[in-house]
């Protein structure tokens, strides 16, 4: 599974971002892919996920107001897009995929991970 993100960025606090999260290799069967991200000096936090087959989200309490998970199914992305930014979003994003059908934000239950997009809101 090879899980590659883009569309980070520097933005000015109220600005939007889009990220992508182009994945490849995926196992058949159920999967969820979700969005996380890990501020400096702090543990990583689940965002938001998505299951591609149903289209089931779930979000953080914090963001969902802001943010929005879709999934293109035909072109294996996912995408997070990210509305009125605060300099509290400033945060490497991960995606990440979980073998499985139901939706969690536990790090510890994803299976396969990206190398992370650095998202960084300026005051």
């Known amino acids: 599974v090879q899980l590659v993100e883009s569309g980070g960025g520097l933005v000015q606090s109220g600005g939007s971002l889009r990220l992508s999260c182009a994945a490849s290799g995926l196992p058949p069967g159920d999967i969820v892919i979700g969005w996380f991200r890990q501020a400096p000096g702090k543990e990583r936090e689940g965002i938001s996920c998505i299951d591609p087959g149903n289209k089931d989200t779930w979000y953080l309490d914090s963001i969902k107001r802001r943010f929005t998970i879709s999934s293109d199914n035909a072109k294996k992305v996912v995408h997070l897009q990210m509305n009125d930014l605060e300099p509290a979003d400033t945060a490497v994003y991960y995606c990440?995929?979980?073998?499985?059908?139901?939706?969690?934000?536990?790090?510890?239950?994803?299976?396969?991970w990206g190398q992370g997009t650095q998202v960084t809101v300026s005051s």
């Open positions: 990440a995929v979980h073998v499985g059908r139901w939706l969690s934000s536990r790090p510890s239950e994803y299976d396969y």
